[in-house]
């Protein structure tokens, strides 16, 4: 299985410094990110907003997988995550990635989609790594 990476780069300290990350693939390639990206709505990135994308687009794999492994060879799956950030002591903690998913899969009946999404919630690898609370709500389309 291969290994991914991403790297980052800090000029300066504390609030008052920047930096900028990229990954592997070129896809993020010298992308603005520090405190004001991260608390103050600056226009680049953060860890968090990197994290809810990855875990939307994870769980969303590993439910088309799932789905496709259950039979279904048709619908769409458009999922969005939100990841909570809270100040704990001296720092902060990620405490939770809240999923949202809206799905249309012609033919599945809402018991199966509910049990094969609960199942792709708890074993996308994002959500094994995560150390925070994992919810997961869905409207399913007929």
Known sequence: MPTRS???RYEGLGKEGKG??????GVLADQRYGF???FENEPG?????LIAAAHASCFTMALSFALAGAGYNDGTLETSAKVTVEKDGEG???????????????GISDSEFE???ADAKKNCP???VLNAEITL???LEQ
């Open 137 to 139: 709500s869905h409207t």
């Open 20 to 25: 900028w990350i990229s990954t592997q693939s």
């Open 92 to 106: 902060f903690t990620i405490t939770k990635s809240a999923l949202d998913l809206r799905a249309k899969v012609p």
């Open 45 to 49: 990135t953060n860890p968090e907003e």
């Open 36 to 38: 004001g990206t991260r």
């Open 126 to 128: 994002v959500s094994k």
């Open 115 to 117: 049990r094969i999404a």
């Open 6 to 8: 991403g790297s980052a």
